[in-house]
Each structure stands twice: as structure tokens, then as C-alpha cells.
């Protein structure tokens, strides 16, 4: 398996069932050793060339200009910024003594973020003068918060003032400054500004939303792709006449300030840098790591620079993909580490040997559902997988001990032979308990039951005040088990309300052409409520037995033309019927009688046993009861 294809595993296992994009990249000694994007924009694939908004790692940016005209001799960190601003003006008169050190360590004391304009959806000539005309507006109506200098707290306005003190120097509009300076000499050719983006490198777009445009440039407003990212986080490992070696090793000294002796958070800052010695708990990095971190209404970013490794590794998502991209990095780095090298950073568990995941790895059955096992490095991950594509995670995160798996609360997990079967333990407050069997292949599916792979089935004998019938049991698909041979899943649906993610589903092997049986045989919990589908035909249609309730296949069932309790027959069976026109109102259900209404999904999506306002639905199926 590629790299790239074991580190979007790790990542796919966190992101939600709907998600716009994830993107990342992973640099050592200047070589791309992976790089891909995950994902969508704007109804198309992603790729590595789709631009995210990094938002405040654009800092360091920032802080890359500024040191840069710095050694020019064109600006002076200790300088008030006043200087280079003459139309900067406060009524708080301690804004004279902000330098631009401590603009760039967080200690400058002014409010934090103009908001105004901070980003919209389309940029007109001009905008950019008239944004710091606001940002001047917004200053003159703000006081200060506390002496400059006096402690660091997180600020977006000291690096608004450092951008627009880089063009007044430069005498170049600030995009146009670090195309020209930073990012061309680098080749990061997708990295800019929202006002100088390159249209060769589309900028990615969550869901329906507009495009997010940064005005705030020096403090938020670089976009880039996660390749040219990493060209920049390499430029700090590196000797480059972009900047120099002096100018490097003072934004990595430790510059935050606080006047709490306690506080260890505020004292990490460097110069643009989030933290200048930044430490995973779970990944040993080496010393000097530089972290930056940034985040937009769209966008969560994260880069890493690992000199111990040589290393610069970035990531951005958009917001819906709802991974924490500041565990997800670090282990992203190790298990590329691992691979490529064979060097272990993992800190508090042994690595899993690869002989360990052939023989234990796989699926593992419960009597409601597929559970899967997920290795990276040395956690494990146990999920829940469904056959409509719905993954919740079961156990998170368990650390191998070497024989055994522990989680965070102290529980401990382990897998077992017996037979020719694998079972998964846990225990639970002094209890350990046999909790799933290892799938494992059987004869192949015979035509017959390879016909019925697919096929969905709806109950005909569902009765007036039945409750199950609405919770669980609403509608049957054979589904096949991934990877396994001569197995299937006898999945049944529930309701709209829960979406599909509780669904109940056991998994069978055949007996015959007709008949199967549940193929766990695992003590305690592990293998109660046993399905046993049985099929056979009447008049030509097929129907199941499985569960106590009696399934007719869909394919037979009538289209609906809006018949009536009153004008259908008296059957032993409910008369179940295919939506195929859009139905608006339901028929009047008498006393005694039920009238239930599934989606195509089989989700049940009103019953009026339970009564309230029901949806118009365009397809699906109606029975009466």
C-alpha cells in the first residue's frame, strides 16, 4: 500500500459521512515524501492544487517580510510602529510606545481583531486602501488593554499594523511584497493573498458557501496549498538568501511574555510562532518544534517545522470535516516516519507488528451490527460500520502494550483463538467479557443468494400498535460483507428520526439456496439475538422470514394510484404499495388501522401510530395496516 493511501485511512476514519475537503502534505530534507487532498470543491474532486485559507499561520508570513526589511536596515523590531505608521493614531497615548516586536509576540496591547471587512465574498479594486482606512477608524475609537510590552495575549490587530508598515516600506501593496519576496524565490507559487491570488490554483469551497476572502492579509489571509506550505515551513530548516539564519533563530526564541509565574502557554510565543518548543503528548518530535496554527469561518490549518527530523508538514480542512487537525498532524508525521524510515516516535505504546495486524486485523461481528479494527502505529480503533455507509467509532484509541490494548480510562482489550475462531475481549469494571468473533470466510455465495445481494424487502404482517416495527425492524436489504467470502448482512432499517446509524444488521451464512443462519457463536452478550433468514415463494414472489416478521421483496410490490383503507380488500397482510408519484396528503386512517410510510431507503419516514405532521415524499413505499 502507497504512503499516501495508509495516511488517508487514518484521516478518513475521523471524517464525518458528509465533508467538503482535507488537505495535507508531508516535507523531509526538502523532498515531498506525500501529499494529497480528500475530497470536494464546488461538486468536483479536490486536489493537491486546490488553495485552503490558512488563516493565522499567514503570521509567520508576516513576521518573514517584516525580518526581511529588517535586515535591509529598513526597519527595526524595537522601533515604535508609529514610525513606519505617521497616520497611526490612538486616544490611548500608550499606543506611541507599541514596537513591532511587540507586534509580533502577541504583547502589543491593542483590542485584537478589526472585524469589519475581515473577509467577504469578492474583492473589488481599491478595497485594500479602504480596509485600512477602517482599520485606522477602528484604532482611533479603541483603547488599549494594558502597557506594550507588559504580557502576550493573542492578537490579530499588532500583525495588521506589521502588514501595512511592510508596504509603507516597501512601497509595495503587501500581496504584492510576498509574491515578489517570499513565495516566488520559494516556489510556492499557489501561496498568496486573497487581493493576488493565483487563478492557476482554484481556492477550495465548502459546501454551498461563497468563496471566503481575507482581507486581513499579514494576520489571516494567505492561501495556499499544502505542497507550497511545506516549501515555506522547509524554508526554516534550511540556509535560503530569502531569510537569513539570524533573522530565523529570533523568531524561535522564546519572546512571550507574562506576568504570572505560573503561566507556561503565554512564555511559548516566538516571533509569528505559536509555540517555539512545541511537544506532543503521544509523538516525540525532538527539541525546537515550531508550531503555527490558524483558523478562518472555512478553514482549520496546522504547520509543523521538526528539525530533529528535517521535516515541515502541513494540513488544512474545511470546517465540516470536523477532525482535530492538532492530534491528527503529529500522527500523520509518525506513521510516515515509520514507514519510510522505520523510526518509531510513538511515546506511550509499543509500535503494533505487522504480524499482529494480519492475524487480529479485520472484521468482527456483534449481533446488531460490523465492527472494523483500524491500526496506526501504536493505537488501535475499533468502528462501527454500516451497510448504508455510516461509521461511528466504538473504541478509540487504545494503546498496545505489546500482548493487550489499554484504554485511557484503564480498560484493558486483547484478542484470543479458539478454534478456528478469533474473539475480541474487554473488560469492564473487573469483568472480562468475550465481545465480538472475527469474521472469517465460508463456501462461496451461491447464484442464487448472489441474485439477492442488493435486494431490499418490506414487512406485509406488521400489526396496529407493534413498536418494534418502528424502531427497528421497518425494511430488510441483503447486503454483502466486504472482503469476506460467503457472507452477507441481513440489514434491517429504522427510522428517519435516527438516520440510519442505529441500524440493526446480523451476519449470515447459507445453508441452502433458501436458508441461513447467524454465524457468530460467542458467549455472554456476544452472539444474542440470532436472525435466521428463510426464504421462499408464493405466486411467484419471494418473501423472507427472518426476525418473527414476514418481508415480501420490493420489486413485486404494486405502484400506489391513491387507494383507500375503505376501498381495499380484508387481508391476512398489509397491502404495500411503490410511491411512484409524488404524495402529498395520505388517505384518512380509521380506528383500529395504521398507515406507515418508507423512503427508498426503507427508513420509515411517518406512522401515524405515532401520529404528527407528515412530509410530502417524492418515491418510496406505503402500507396500509
Given at each position: 500500500?502507497?504512503?499516501?493511501?495508509?495516511?488517508?485511512?487514518?484521516?478518513?476514519?475521523?471524517?464525518?459521512?458528509?465533508?467538503?475537503?482535507?488537505?495535507?502534505?508531508?516535507?523531509?530534507?526538502?523532498?515531498?515524501?506525500?501529499?494529497?487532498?480528500?475530497?470536494?470543491?464546488?461538486?468536483?474532486?479536490?486536489?493537491?492544487?486546490?488553495?485552503?485559507?490558512?488563516?493565522?499561520?499567514?503570521?509567520?508570513?508576516?513576521?518573514?517580510?517584516?525580518?526581511?526589511?529588517?535586515?535591509?536596515?529598513?526597519?527595526?523590531?524595537?522601533?515604535?510602529?508609529?514610525?513606519?505608521?505617521?497616520?497611526?493614531?490612538?486616544?490611548?497615548?500608550?499606543?506611541?510606545?507599541?514596537?513591532?516586536?511587540?507586534?509580533?509576540?502577541?504583547?502589543?496591547?491593542?483590542?485584537?481583531?478589526?472585524?469589519?471587512?475581515?473577509?467577504?465574498?469578492?474583492?473589488?479594486?481599491?478595497?485594500?486602501?479602504?480596509?485600512?482606512?477602517?482599520?485606522?477608524?477602528?484604532?482611533?475609537?479603541?483603547?488599549?488593554?494594558?502597557?506594550?510590552?507588559?504580557?502576550?495575549?493573542?492578537?490579530?490587530?499588532?500583525?495588521?499594523?506589521?502588514?501595512?508598515?511592510?508596504?509603507?516600506?516597501?512601497?509595495?501593496?503587501?500581496?504584492?511584497?510576498?509574491?515578489?519576496?517570499?513565495?516566488?524565490?520559494?516556489?510556492?507559487?499557489?501561496?498568496?493573498?486573497?487581493?493576488?491570488?493565483?487563478?492557476?490554483?482554484?481556492?477550495?469551497?465548502?459546501?454551498?458557501?461563497?468563496?471566503?476572502?481575507?482581507?486581513?492579509?499579514?494576520?489571516?489571509?494567505?492561501?495556499?496549498?499544502?505542497?507550497?506550505?511545506?516549501?515555506?515551513?522547509?524554508?526554516?530548516?534550511?540556509?535560503?538568501?530569502?531569510?537569513?539564519?539570524?533573522?530565523?533563530?529570533?523568531?524561535?526564541?522564546?519572546?512571550?511574555?507574562?506576568?504570572?509565574?505560573?503561566?507556561?502557554?503565554?512564555?511559548?510565543?516566538?516571533?509569528?510562532?505559536?509555540?517555539?518548543?512545541?511537544?506532543?503528548?503521544?509523538?516525540?518530535?525532538?527539541?525546537?518544534?515550531?508550531?503555527?496554527?490558524?483558523?478562518?469561518?472555512?478553514?482549520?490549518?496546522?504547520?509543523?517545522?521538526?528539525?530533529?527530523?528535517?521535516?515541515?508538514?502541513?494540513?488544512?480542512?474545511?470546517?465540516?470535516?470536523?477532525?482535530?487537525?492538532?492530534?491528527?498532524?503529529?500522527?500523520?508525521?509518525?506513521?510516515?516516519?515509520?514507514?519510510?524510515?522505520?523510526?518509531?516516535?510513538?511515546?506511550?505504546?509499543?509500535?503494533?507488528?505487522?504480524?499482529?495486524?494480519?492475524?487480529?486485523?479485520?472484521?468482527?461481528?456483534?449481533?446488531?451490527?460490523?465492527?472494523?479494527?483500524?491500526?496506526?502505529?501504536?493505537?488501535?480503533?475499533?468502528?462501527?460500520?454500516?451497510?448504508?455507509?455510516?461509521?461511528?467509532?466504538?473504541?478509540?484509541?487504545?494503546?498496545?502494550?505489546?500482548?493487550?490494548?489499554?484504554s485511557a480510562d484503564g480498560e484493558h482489550y486483547f484478542f484470543k483463538e479458539h478454534g478456528e475462531d478469533i474473539y475480541f475481549f474487554e473488560t469492564f469494571r473487573g469483568r472480562t467479557i468475550p465481545a465480538a468473533t472475527k469474521a472469517r470466510d465460508r463456501a462461496p455465495l451461491s447464484d442464487v443468494w448472489k441474485a439477492r445481494l442488493g435486494k431490499k424487502y418490506l414487512p406485509v404482517d406488521n400489526t396496529?400498535?407493534?413498536?418494534?416495527?418502528?424502531?427497528?425492524?421497518?425494511?430488510?436489504?441483503?447486503?454483502?460483507?466486504?472482503?469476506?467470502?460467503?457472507?452477507?448482512?441481513?440489514?434491517?432499517?429504522?427510522?428517519?428520526?435516527?438516520?440510519?446509524?442505529?441500524?440493526?444488521?446480523?451476519?449470515?451464512?447459507?445453508?441452502?439456496?433458501?436458508?441461513?443462519?447467524?454465524?457468530?457463536?460467542?458467549?455472554?452478550?456476544?452472539?444474542?439475538?440470532?436472525?435466521?433468514?428463510?426464504?421462499?415463494?408464493?405466486?411467484?414472489?419471494?418473501?423472507?422470514?427472518?426476525?418473527?416478521?414476514?418481508?415480501?421483496?420490493?420489486?413485486?410490490?404494486?405502484?400506489?394510484?391513491?387507494?383507500?383503507?375503505?376501498?381495499?380488500?380484508?387481508?391476512?397482510?398489509?397491502?404495500?404499495?411503490?410511491?411512484?408519484?409524488?404524495?402529498?396528503?395520505?388517505?384518512?386512517?380509521?380506528?383500529?388501522?395504521?398507515?406507515?410510510?418508507?423512503?427508498?431507503?426503507?427508513?420509515?419516514?411517518?406512522?401515524?401510530?405515532?401520529?404528527?405532521?407528515?412530509?410530502?415524499?417524492?418515491?418510496?413505499?406505503?402500507?396500509?395496516?
Amino acid at each position: 500500500m502507497k504512503l499516501n493511501e495508509k495516511l488517508n485511512e487514518i484521516i478518513k476514519l475521523g471524517l464525518p459521512k458528509e465533508y467538503t475537503a482535507i488537505s495535507y502534505a508531508i516535507m523531509v530534507d526538502g523532498e515531498i515524501w506525500c501529499a494529497d487532498t480528500i475530497g470536494t470543491s464546488e461538486g468536483k474532486p479536490a486536489t493537491t492544487d486546490h488553495t485552503f485559507n490558512v488563516g493565522s499561520i499567514s503570521k509567520i508570513f508576516c513576521t518573514t517580510a517584516v525580518m526581511q526589511l529588517v535586515e535591509q536596515g529598513k526597519m527595526d523590531l524595537d522601533e515604535p510602529i508609529c514610525t513606519y505608521l505617521p497616520d497611526f493614531w490612538m486616544p490611548d497615548a500608550r499606543y506611541k510606545e507599541i514596537t513591532l516586536r511587540h507586534c509580533l509576540n502577541h504583547s502589543c496591547a491593542l483590542p485584537g481583531t478589526q472585524w469589519k471587512n475581515f473577509c467577504t465574498s469578492e474583492i473589488q479594486e481599491g478595497d485594500i486602501e479602504a480596509y485600512y482606512r477602517e482599520v485606522y477608524n477602528y484604532l482611533a475609537h479603541s483603547w488599549m488593554k494594558a502597557e506594550p510590552g507588559e504580557y502576550s495575549v493573542y492578537c490579530n490587530d499588532g500583525f495588521t499594523l506589521a502588514e501595512m508598515a511592510v508596504a509603507a516600506v516597501s512601497g509595495q501593496p503587501f500581496c504584492e511584497y510576498c509574491e515578489e519576496h517570499i513565495t516566488r524565490p520559494l516556489g510556492a507559487h499557489s501561496t498568496r493573498t486573497a487581493f493576488y491570488r493565483n487563478p492557476d490554483y482554484p481556492l477550495t469551497i465548502q459546501n454551498t458557501k461563497p468563496s471566503e476572502l481575507i482581507w486581513i492579509q499579514g494576520c489571516g489571509g494567505i492561501t495556499t496549498n499544502m505542497i507550497d506550505l511545506c516549501k515555506f515551513g522547509n524554508l526554516f530548516l534550511t540556509d535560503s538568501p530569502v531569510l537569513s539564519k539570524a533573522s530565523k533563530a529570533e523568531m524561535a526564541k522564546h519572546q512571550g511574555i507574562s506576568f504570572l509565574p505560573e503561566d507556561t502557554a503565554s512564555t511559548c510565543y516566538g516571533l509569528g510562532w505559536d509555540q517555539v518548543a512545541f511537544k506532543d503528548p503521544d509523538i516525540e518530535m525532538g527539541e525546537g518544534v515550531l508550531m503555527k496554527g490558524g483558523g478562518t469561518f472555512q478553514f482549520i490549518s496546522r504547520l509543523l517545522v521538526i528539525p530533529e527530523y528535517n521535516a515541515a508538514v502541513a494540513m488544512s480542512r474545511t470546517i465540516d470535516c470536523k477532525v482535530d487537525v492538532a492530534l491528527l498532524l503529529p500522527r500523520l508525521f509518525a506513521a510516515a516516519m515509520l514507514e519510510k524510515k522505520g523510526i518509531s516516535l510513538y511515546k506511550r505504546g509499543e509500535v503494533i507488528p505487522q504480524s499482529f495486524k494480519d492475524k487480529f486485523g479485520g472484521t468482527y461481528l456483534v449481533p446488531s451490527g460490523v465492527y472494523n479494527t483500524h491500526f496506526d502505529g501504536d493505537t488501535m480503533t475499533v468502528t462501527h460500520d454500516n451497510a448504508l455507509g455510516d461509521r461511528t467509532k466504538v473504541y478509540k484509541d487504545l494503546r498496545f502494550t505489546g500482548e493487550q490494548f489499554v484504554s485511557a480510562d484503564g480498560e484493558h482489550y486483547f484478542f484470543k483463538e479458539h478454534g478456528e475462531d478469533i474473539y475480541f475481549f474487554e473488560t469492564f469494571r473487573g469483568r472480562t467479557i468475550p465481545a465480538a468473533t472475527k469474521a472469517r470466510d465460508r463456501a462461496p455465495l451461491s447464484d442464487v443468494w448472489k441474485a439477492r445481494l442488493g435486494k431490499k424487502y418490506l414487512p406485509v404482517d406488521n400489526t396496529f400498535r407493534d413498536i418494534v416495527s418502528n424502531e427497528m425492524m421497518c425494511g430488510l436489504t441483503i447486503a454483502p460483507l466486504a472482503g469476506y467470502e460467503g457472507l452477507f448482512i441481513a440489514a434491517f432499517s429504522d427510522n428517519v428520526k435516527s438516520g440510519g446509524g442505529d441500524r440493526f444488521e446480523s451476519c449470515c451464512a447459507p445453508i441452502d439456496d433458501d436458508h441461513a443462519e447467524s454465524v457468530m457463536r460467542t458467549p455472554s452478550n456476544g452472539s444474542r439475538d440470532a436472525f435466521h433468514p428463510w426464504f421462499e415463494h408464493r405466486d411467484g414472489v419471494e418473501y423472507c422470514v427472518v426476525g418473527s416478521y414476514l418481508f415480501r421483496d420490493v420489486d413485486s410490490l404494486p405502484e400506489y394510484k391513491g387507494e383507500t383503507f375503505d376501498c381495499l380488500p380484508e387481508s391476512d397482510f398489509n397491502h404495500v404499495f411503490r410511491i411512484t408519484e409524488a404524495l402529498n396528503t395520505l388517505p384518512q386512517v380509521p380506528a383500529g388501522r395504521r398507515l406507515m410510510v418508507r423512503n427508498q431507503d426503507l427508513l420509515l419516514v411517518y406512522d401515524s401510530m405515532l401520529g404528527g405532521d407528515f412530509k410530502p415524499v417524492k418515491d418510496g413505499f406505503i402500507s396500509f395496516v
